[in-house]
């Protein structure tokens, strides 16, 4: 059974930068992406909004709010996958969880897998 486990949220200043780690195990049809949601505060579980997603063959894709700031990568060696964030902003504050979907996993209909998250607070 697929687990996803997700570290490195911080509470960090205006511009800064961060880089969210989650490590997955079990079996991952090579035809699902990786990915990363976020949680808004305010939102419920169908606020989840898609950050990034990464397919088997690394093709990234963005939300348009986070397009030239984050960058998504993974590592099948070490069953890892990452989250580059610069240039961080106050709106950019939420629970960001790991997921596992159908390419291309672009809203929470799309995933099949969820980690449980890691909060990034980013203050102005």
């Known amino acids: 059974q697929e687990r996803l486990v997700e570290s490195g949220g911080d509470s960090v200043q205006s511009g800064d930068s961060l880089r969210l780690a989650c490590v997955y195990s079990g079996y991952i049809h090579k035809n699902y992406c990786l990915g990363w949601f976020r949680q808004a505060p305010d939102k419920g579980r169908e606020g989840r909004e898609m950050v990034a997603y990464i397919d088997n063959d690394s093709r990234p894709g963005y939300a348009d709010s986070v397009q030239g700031r984050f960058t998504i990568s993974r590592d099948n060696t070490k069953s890892t996958l990452y989250l580059r964030m610069d240039s961080l902003q106050p709106e950019d504050t939420a629970d960001y969880i790991c997921?596992?979907?159908?390419?291309?996993?672009?809203?929470?209909?799309?995933?099949?897998?969820w980690g449980q998250g890691t909060q990034v607070t980013v203050f102005s």
């Open positions: 997921a596992v979907g159908i390419c291309p996993m672009l809203g929470v209909p799309d995933v099949v897998k």
